[in-house]
């Protein structure tokens, strides 16, 4: 997570806020601890593993540490068995979020630019991926629907990590006017806005959600699943749709060890939390042991 050659390979010249150096004690913690059990640990990776799953992946979201096993169905099971937890002390996570905002701590990179003087208002915000998913997960003609809907009261936000061609192409479909530059601070604009249009694998969809604005998705169906974030994006979007308060969600959820999410700040026993976690995971893990076999067993001579 804090590897330098990593960090160039994956986002270049752009740096990690300093509010996610908390997080280097989880991580070294989980990685010592993770020795323990039959399973691996790879950090930022996305894979379809069966429920007897080889890998737990982890990553930053919304300034927290979060982990869940490389298969679809134990992720999303988890997020509902957290929800559900009875034994948990339910935490304000909802309220530190919206402390990150004000202190200008959502950013995930360094050095985000204020230009909200050069723009006015606008009460709609399309939050968009970086160059390498933008064409790839996003549905452009739910974009050219944003568009039509609200003509000039939008503005489409380009992530850092987007290619100068691609801010162009936007330009060109959307008119220049409603492109926000891709340096921007992003939440200046997400606070203003009353509707934000995001996708699955952006923190925006929590922080939009802590901040009670109506959230909608602008993903290409079959892409969903694919992403870190989407075993706890889904669920805020379930709580939009079925007009449920998505902050008690948050707060339920992220507050159980069963949710795979970790945050020195707000748990302050984070330790026994990653440690309940790895144990209720690799439990579920078990009951899957036998359910489909990689290579035929060998016969004893």
């Keep these: 997570m804090f590897n330098e050659k990593e960090r160039r390979n994956r986002i270049g010249p752009l740096h990690k806020n300093d509010v996610l150096n908390p997080l280097r004690e989880v991580e070294k913690y989980l990685i010592q601890k993770i020795k323990e059990y039959p399973t691996k640990i790879s950090y930022d990776v996305i894979a379809l593993e069966m429920p007897f799953f080889e890998t737990i992946g982890y990553t930053e979201y919304g300034t927290c540490f979060i982990m869940a096993p ?9 997020m509902r068995e957290a929800y559900e937890d009875p034994d ?6 909802a309220a530190y ?11 995930k990179y360094k050095n985000r630019k204020s230009v909200g003087t050069n723009y006015p208002d606008a009460g709609h915000l399309v939050v968009l991926p970086g160059s390498n998913k ?12 944003i568009k039509d809907l ?18 162009g192409e936007l330009k060109d479909i959307f008119r220049d006017e409603t492109v926000l530059p891709r340096d921007a601070d992003l939440y200046e604009f997400l606070e203003k806005a009353h509707t934000i249009y995001s996708t699955h694998i952006s923190e925006s969809v929590l922080y939009a959600s802590v901040l009670e604005k109506e959230i909608e998705p ?3 169906f079959n892409q969903v699943q694919i992403g870190s974030f989407y075993h706890i994006n889904h669920f ?9 308060d998505k902050s008690e969600w948050i707060n339920k959820t992220f507050s159980s060890f069963k949710s795979g999410v970790i945050n020195p700040t707000v748990d302050i026993e984070w330790k026994s939390k990653i440690d309940k976690y790895l144990k209720y995971i690799h439990d579920k893990r078990q009951r899957y042991e036998h359910w489909y076999i990689i290579e035929p067993r060998k016969k004893r001579k």
């Design 88 to 93: 948990t002390k339910i935490l304000d996570y």
């Design 70 to 78: 490389l298969n679809i169905d134990i992720k999303m099971a988890q």
């Design 150 to 167: 609200h003509d000039t009261d939008v503005y489409f936000k380009p992530h850092p990590l987007t290619k100068h061609v691609l801010v």
């Design 134 to 145: 933008l064409k790839e997960k996003t549905c452009l003609n739910k974009l050219r629907y």
């Design 236 to 244: 805020l979007f379930e709580c939009q749709a079925h007009k449920r």
């Design 218 to 220: 602008i993903d290409v």
């Design 97 to 107: 979020f919206i402390k990150n905002i004000k202190k200008q701590n959502a950013n």
